[in-house]
């Protein structure tokens, strides 16, 4: 799929990566301990070090994930997987080796949300700077919504449309203090770290409120977050359980979630996945009324 996407390069990067490889092992002095892990566009090889246990990562590096060493740097192991060594120019990383059988998908809702908010509120320090600001992305969707509404045929209300443009203005400003975001927070991507702790992994660093990061935490297991309850009160229970456990401000939260899962539902509704449209779009109806 990368090379699909990426073309040439990324079947260079490809051919020369068993290279690559070779000569960080021999370089970082680390003995392969075990099979290889995939992932979309990056490879994850358990390793030894003279110290221990470790992970050796090596991706591909476009925009998306160039910031990841800065991330991982800014939470120096807090809240998320600790950094041991890099080298950017071939996006290499040597990583603290957690338990990939071992993921929030696994456990209970309720449960697994508390675990991801505790983690967020780790996550929480200032922005470091060279990072894309979710601020600029809400601008940028402020200004496409409409034309992207028409354009697919007017998919949800025009209160809704209206009231989620209004919120990009409005949140292309910070109103508190940029906080380094791990910008991909999802249950996958929150791994066992020892028997009962957990970690975050995979970030695609950004600057912003927090608030940002919640949606694919609703959108990844909605059926079991919304239920059978016609009212909407799980939802609202459950997000104001995770605001106040993350620290994030309630209404922050609601409008940063309307605002995200628009973007997603017309995105989804664009490329030919209806059903993930849907779940966006019901979460983003949750969202209208706010806390």
């Known amino acids: 799929m990368m090379i699909a996407r990426e073309g040439e390069p990324a079947r260079r990067w490809v051919a020369q990566l068993p290279s690559t490889v070779a000569e960080l092992l021999e370089a970082w002095r680390l003995r392969l301990d075990g099979a290889p892990l995939y992932g979309m566009c990056a490879v994850v090889l358990r390793v030894r070090t003279e110290e221990g246990r470790g992970a050796l990562k090596v991706g591909w590096v476009d925009d998306e994930t160039r910031a990841e060493p800065l991330g991982l740097r800014a939470w120096a192991g807090r809240g998320a997987v600790a950094l041991l060594r890099s080298e950017e120019r071939v996006g290499a990383m040597l990583l603290e080796r957690l338990d990939e059988r071992r993921t929030l998908l696994d456990v209970p809702i309720d449960e697994a949300l508390d675990i991801a ?18 601020g600029d992305t809400a601008a940028r969707w402020g200004k496409e919504f409409l034309d992207d509404w028409k354009r697919l045929d007017r998919p949800c209300s025009e209160e809704m449309l209206s009231r989620a443009v209004e919120l990009c203005e ?6 508190v203090e940029p906080s380094t975001l791990h910008g991909d927070f999802h249950y996958a991507n929150i791994l066992g770290r020892g028997e009962r702790a957990w970690a975050a992994i995979d970030p695609k660093p950004l600057a912003g409120d927090p608030a940002y990061e919640v949606v694919p935490l609703l959108r990844n297991r909605w059926a079991e977050i919304r239920g ?3 009212t909407g009160a799980a939802v609202r229970r459950r997000v104001l359980r995770f605001a106040e456990l993350a620290s994030l401000d309630p209404d922050t939260t609601y409008k940063w979630c309307l605002v995200r899962t628009v973007d997603d539902a017309m995105w989804f509704q664009e490329h030919g996945y209806p059903d993930r449209a849907e779940i966006a779009w019901d979460i983003a109806r949750s969202m ?3 806390p």
Do not use: H, K, S
């Open 170 to 175: 409005e949140l292309a400003t910070c109103a």
């Open 117 to 134: 908010a505790v983690i967020l509120a780790e996550l929480r320090v200032p922005a470091v700077e060279g990072l894309n600001n979710a």
């Open 228 to 230: 059978d309850d016609p």
């Open 288 to 290: 209208m009324t706010g």
